[in-house]
């Protein structure tokens, strides 16, 4: 079973209340392990193995294989009126007539490709929940990062789930709570996203916590991280302000 760490400083409320309270994780079971839930307060994730080992190897090559990711303009976003070349490589697919602003950026996505239809519908079969676009970021290897953001752009479905697959080297995910700063008043939350594995982030937690992955120098395999989503059709697209992150992992 993959690392899954969770941290929080004492005398936080978790779960919606009570000092000192933890995030409540689910024991896995004897066979399949269910969904662990990660309560705190204004957080509410289900984190799970979606594909087993051998299946998510075979749908990592041929991500690697088939996924054509941005190139020049769409690779850079700006954050405070400065544009930044990110740390990774990014693309969206997803149904016609969608488009996607952060970061001074309009994305419009490429159609579904069979490898990815294949892990909508799985998400989708897991959650109940449907998606009609997916942003991809791909790291290759511990340096390639992503700064704290939190997933709130205008053109999402209000109070729609964001679920996010992760497939090859474990990364390091954190959450920050909102407003916390400062050593003795910083509440995190530090995951560690398996190959295969599905972390569901539901409402309110975008609303209250900063998520990012941090670079790790000891990690040498790439990472391929999809954010399914839904979107609003027709959405008038106009200048989004960032939070203070060279992009964001959707």
């Known amino acids: 079973m993959d690392r899954f760490v969770v941290k929080l400083p004492r005398g936080r409320a978790g779960d919606g209340g009570g000092e000192g309270k933890r995030p409540r994780l689910e024991e896995p079971g004897p066979e399949r392990p269910p969904p662990r ?3 705190a307060e204004g957080l509410s994730c289900d984190y799970r193995i979606l594909f087993g080992k051998a299946e998510a190897d075979e749908i990592l090559q041929e991500l690697e294989k088939e996924v054509e990711y ?4 769409l690779t850079k976003l700006q954050v405070f009126g400065t544009w930044h070349k990110i740390p ?3 693309v969206t697919y997803g149904d016609p007539g969608l488009s996607y602003t952060y970061s001074g ?3 419009h996505p490429k ?3 069979p490898v990815l239809s294949r892990i909508r519908e799985r998400v989708t079969s897991e959650t109940g929940h449907t998606f009609n676009f997916v942003l991809i970021n791909r790291y290759k290897d511990g340096l390639d990062h992503i700064g704290e953001h939190r997933d709130d752009e205008k053109e999402l479905v209000p109070r729609s789930p964001i679920a996010s697959v992760s497939f090859g080297a474990c990364r390091d995910f954190v959450f920050r709570r909102r407003g916390k700063a400062g050593p003795a008043g910083t ?3 530090a995951l560690a996203l398996a190959h295969g594995s599905l972390l569901l982030m539901k409402h309110p937690t975008n609303l209250h916590w900063y998520h990012s992955l941090p670079p790790r120098r000891r990690v040498l395999a790439p990472r391929v991280n999809l954010t399914f989503r839904k979107i609003l059709p027709g959405v008038k697209q106009g200048k989004v302000q960032p939070s203070g992150a060279v992009g964001c992992e959707k």
């Open 37 to 39: 839930e990660i309560r």
């Open 70 to 73: 941005f190139e020049d303009d």
């Open 88 to 90: 990774r490589k990014q």
């Open 105 to 107: 950026v309009t994305f």
């Open 111 to 113: 159609p579904w490709i």
């Open 187 to 189: 509440a995190r939350i």
